[in-house]
């Protein structure tokens, strides 16, 4: 560390020296205002479908709204800037208290009757785009509730492109100041609301035209209106839930199929990739991304694998349906959406483990997509193989690459870390699920799918999550948390160092 | 690279390695089991192969180097493994393949643990005792190839057990010297060790053939039994206690055993940081087990909840794979929480498996560098073992050594389920063989004869693998190795 990083120090933890909770509070109490507004669209769905739901959402909207005011009230002059510390209680809260504000109106419900678990698990696999459901019996469902749950996801997603493309690398979680747009200066680390803002923004538009190009394309394709759109928030902020029980299998079109494909990839992919190209309107940027190169690598190796393992385990008739459901398969488990056309625990051989296993790599960073992301495997797999050549040349300067430009140690070290943590949570979590009496399948294959924020597993939990304990269900909430938050938000909150001063 | 001195190595490794035949000769007249002509087969087979091999390069007597290193490790457990497998090929009692004979040479000498053999009982006994015989060779062979040649070619962080000489000397790569030294202190600790152990199970019960026999799988924490059933076959406590003692013993960083026997003091065992963990971890998990199997009410009493906890959670976290209880019908977490404990391992520099404990403390304290560096975003934190600040290389290579054990895991786990074994079955068997445990899960809970052929020699690599830390493997696949 250099003597001007050590003044620097001294500088921002004066700065830090208390947190702003009054200002968390007071942002925490609009987000909940804000948000009660989306229980509207539901309250307009139910008249305009007239399946008597709509008090539920209308008592939900009143019993947030109440909640945001009560805490915006006492706070709402506590208007100081944010600075890193905010971040990690903002991002982690974030998506808690948004999961429980969610689960209101299915608590309130009576079609379906739900306990609190359940709802809360809805909620939170909704909002963190996981897509696992311990509903059943999709399609009997009033239209506003179903259309609420994909709400929930598309709200979701374009959350997580915001937090992954303006506030993580801010915070440089798990090696994500990688992503940090190269601005010089004492500015980069202290404030936070600016860049958000402005970026928030842009990133809305574009979320927004890209879930109604994949609307109008399910629409022309053949869906009905209602279908077209509930499934084009769950499609762009690759989430998975769907209005039928059958999931994309329930329209058996190759059309709807190829508009699914079309756009879990285009979710999948980093947000200001599309952002440079929207603005830019060049095409060839993306190409030159060495993550998107890798990303779009994996999907293409991993669907003629699959398509040549269901041909030879003749799961399928022909190449042509092996291929058709691969490539489904293949993109829907890697961008984490969890949208299925067949039952891929099933599948011959290796094929349902590899595919859990492809939910790990998961999409692009900053896309809507889980998993641990592809640029962090890269740099894995470059940094594991520096490892080995360190060993043959034990004195050489070896530095890891990206995109041609060398990578800073303290990235190479935080995905390192990273993976590490990731691993370990995985496993302490799959016991704690087996401790609960779940078979090692069911366990395994649970806790992959919502860390990686997946969906359906294997086992028990191949389409839902109903036949799990309820504390198994709250481990598993966790497990989507964490993965959403990519851990290390959770575990800063967790570390006494945190909150000492 | 001097090819020719590697070979020479090799030649000689293979004439020495070649005696350790005559043992079991013996033992077979002993007990006239009628299998003398197989071990001295064997015997003359490989004395020729290892003459012939080291005849034309026997003048090359050029110094070895780090390169050179990489690969007489490597080379030493194929070869050897390779050799060990011949009188089990030869033997006509049990009659086994090729792949079995070298799996079960593998499992030997890796000191995993995992046998495809059954009915061992009714076995000759010169066949029992050349299994355990390999099984102690391969438990000196790794104490050896860790404390004196791992930290030379600084596999996974373990520089850090390199002495600090400084100088000129450690820039040239002489390597000869150190391992002669380090290598006759460390056999006369083993011996010793290996004694007092085949004393003590003489002494509570067991005959002078079992105790030796047990005494050897022991102490290299490595898991064979002469009986089908294991330890449970004694069904004596103070037996299972004396294989947790020494089970314990074999799994504690040998140079700490150095050190004790040197200036006699036991001290130095509580100043290691690494050792303190390995005990609480190891406390931590019994007690765990204990309750946990108590609790679900699958043993009645306490007592015997404990006991079987105890050497259970010992034998899986020091690798070694001895069973008094199949812990995969135990109930809940059990039986995937004693497979994970075998990731862990013993401490490094020890006869046990799995990825060691110094490189999880590591991992630990580097994962909480990475949380305390996210609000303290531009402060220094040393990671620090024992109070001194660690080498950014040394993280480096944990980290790395971390993924790159994950992702052989997971590759091998899938391909042993391309063969169309089931998950449980596949995620154990790789587990159980990449951490030099022995005993799995599912079909591979007893043995691994359920496997055919083809998963059979995925297990031999992983055993291989696991052994020899990957790295040294992962190099020798490397064209940067072989380049100029």
Not at chain 1, 347 to 355: E, I, R, Y
Not at chain 2, 95 to 104: G, L, Q
Not at chain 2, 221 to 243: K, P, Q, V, W, Y
Not at chain 2, 459 to 477: D, P, S
């Amino acid at each position: 560390m250099s003597r001007h990083a050590g003044a620097r120090l001294g500088r921002l933890q004066g700065d830090d020296r208390h947190m702003n909770l009054g200002a968390v509070q007071r942002i925490f109490g609009m987000l909940l205002m804000i948000f009660s507004l989306t229980m509207l669209p539901p309250v307009g769905i139910s008249l305009l479908f007239d399946d008597h739901n709509w008090s539920p959402f209308a008592d939900a909207f009143a019993i947030v709204l109440a909640t945001g005011l009560l805490l915006w009230l006492p706070a709402r002059h506590r208007r100081r800037e944010l600075r890193l510390r905010d971040g990690f209680i903002i991002v982690a809260l974030f998506w808690i208290v948004l999961g429980l504000a969610g689960a209101v109106p299915l608590v309130l419900t009576d079609r379906p009757v739900m306990t609190v678990t359940d709802a809360v698990f809805e909620a939170v696999s909704g909002f963190t785009t996981t897509g696992a459901t311990t509903l059943v019996g999709l399609d009997d469902l009033p239209p506003s509730l179903l259309y609420y749950r994909q709400q929930i996801q598309w709200f979701g997603g374009i959350g997580i492109v915001v937090l992954a493309v303006a506030l993580l690398p801010v915070l440089g979680v798990g090696g994500m100041q990688l992503l940090k747009a190269e601005t010089p200066g004492p500015v980069k680390d202290a404030k936070l609301t600016p860049r958000i803002t402005a970026t928030a923004k842009a990133l809305w538009l574009l979320y927004l035209v890209l879930t109604v190009a994949c609307a109008g394309g399910y629409y022309a394709a053949g869906m009905s209106p209602f279908d077209a759109i509930t499934h084009s928030f769950t499609t762009v902020s690759s989430g998975g839930y769907s209005t039928h029980d059958a999931s994309l299998a329930h329209f058996d079109s190759v059309a709807v199929e190829i508009v699914a494909i079309a756009f879990m990839f285009a979710g999948g992919i980093n947000f200001s990739l599309h952002f440079i190209a929207w603005r830019y309107r060049r095409i060839r940027d993306y190409g030159r991304d060495a993550e998107f190169r890798a990303y779009v690598g994996i999907i293409v190796a991993v669907t003629l694998l699959s398509t040549v393992i269901l041909y030879a385990g003749e799961a399928f008739d022909g190449v042509a349906t092996s291929l058709r459901r691969a490539a489904f398969t293949a993109v829907s488990v890697q961008t984490s959406t969890g949208y299925t056309t067949a039952d891929f625990s099933l599948w011959p051989g290796a094929l349902p483990v590899l595919l859990i296993f492809l939910s790990f790599v998961g999409g692009s960073a900053g896309s809507t997509a889980g998993g641990m992301k592809v640029v962090r495997w890269l740099l894995i797999a470059r940094q594991g193989s520096r490892e080995v050549l360190r060993l043959i040349h034990p004195r050489a300067e070896l530095p890891v690459k990206l995109g041609g430009k060398p990578v800073r140690w303290q990235i190479v070290d935080a995905v390192w870390g990273f993976f590490a943590v990731y691993v370990t949570c995985f496993a302490v979590l799959m016991m704690m699920l087996l401790s609960t009496g779940e078979n090692q399948v069911t366990a395994f294959s649970a806790i992959a799918t919502c860390m990686n924020n997946l969906g359906p597993g294997l086992g028990e939990v191949s389409s839902n999550f109903t036949t799990i304990s309820p504390a198994g269900k709250w481990i598993c909430v966790m497990a989507m948390l964490l993965g959403r938050l990519e851990i290390f938000p959770m575990l800063v909150l967790l570390s006494p160092a945190f909150w000492r001063r | 690279m001097h090819f020719g001195a590697v070979q020479r190595i090799l030649g000689m490794l293979l004439s020495l390695f070649s005696l350790s035949m005559l043992p079991s000769a013996g033992v077979s007249l002993w007990y006239r089991d009628g299998e003398v002509h197989v071990f001295v087969l064997a015997f003359v087979l490989l004395v020729v192969v290892g003459l012939l091999v080291w005849w034309p390069v026997r003048k090359d007597r050029r110094e070895l180097r780090l390169r050179d290193g990489f690969l007489v490790v490597a080379l030493f457990w194929v070869v050897l493994s390779l050799a060990g497998a011949v009188p089990l090929f030869l033997s006509t009692q049990p009659v086994v393949s090729v792949t079995d004979a070298v799996f079960e040479s593998v499992s030997g000498l890796t000191t995993t643990g995992a046998t495809v053999l059954t009915g061992l009982d009714s076995l000759p006994k010169s066949i029992l005792y050349y299994r355990q015989q390999l099984q102690w060779l391969g438990g000196i062979g790794i104490v050896v190839l860790a404390v004196a040649l791992l930290p030379m070619l600084g596999v996974g962080g373990m520089q850090l057990y390199r002495a600090e000489t400084p100088g000129p000397s450690k820039e040239s790569h002489k390597i000869t010297p150190r391992i002669a030294q380090t290598a006759k202190a460390l056999w006369v600790i083993y011996v010793a060790l290996t004694v007092a152990c085949a004393l003590a199970y003489w002494l509570a019960g067991m005959t002078p053939f079992d105790a030796i026999a047990h005494s050897f799988s022991t102490v290299s924490t490595a898991g064979f039994s002469t009986h089908d059933a294991s330890l449970a076959h004694f069904d004596n406590r103070l037996i299972e206690g004396i294989a947790v003692v020494f089970m314990f013993i074999g799994s504690v960083n040998f140079a700490l055993h150095f050190l004790a026997w040197r200036r006699l003091r036991l001290a130095n065992y509580l100043l290691d940081e690494e050792f303190r963990s390995f005990i609480w971890a190891l406390a931590l998990l019994v007690v765990a087990t204990w309750l946990y199997l108590w609790a679900s009410g699958y043993y009645a009493s306490l007592d015997e909840a404990f006991f079987k906890g105890l050497f259970q959670v010992v034998s899986t976290h020091t690798t070694s794979g001895f069973t008094t209880a199949d812990f995969s019908l135990w109930p809940g977490v059990l039986p995937v929480l004693l497979l994970f404990t075998s990731f862990i391992g013993g401490c490094a520099n020890s006869t046990s498996g799995g990825m060691k404990v110094i490189r999880w403390l590591l991992i630990g304290k580097q994962g909480a560098r990475e949380v305390r560096r996210l609000i303290h975003p531009s402060a220094e934190f040393p990671v620090r073992i024992g109070g001194r600040p660690v080498q950014w290389r040394v993280v480096d290579a944990v980290w790395g050594f971390f993924s790159v054990y994950v992702v052989v895991y997971v590759v091998m786990m899938m391909l042993l389920l391309a063969a169309g074994h089931d998950q449980v079955t596949a995620f154990s068997a790789i587990a159980a063989t990449l951490n030099n445990l022995g005993p799995g899960l599912g079909a591979v809970s007893a043995s691994f004869a359920a496997l055919e052929t083809s998963s059979k020699w995925v297990c031999i690599v992983a055993m291989l693998l696991g052994r020899l830390e990957i790295f040294t493997l992962l190099v020798l696949v490397t064209p940067g190795f072989w380049r100029r």
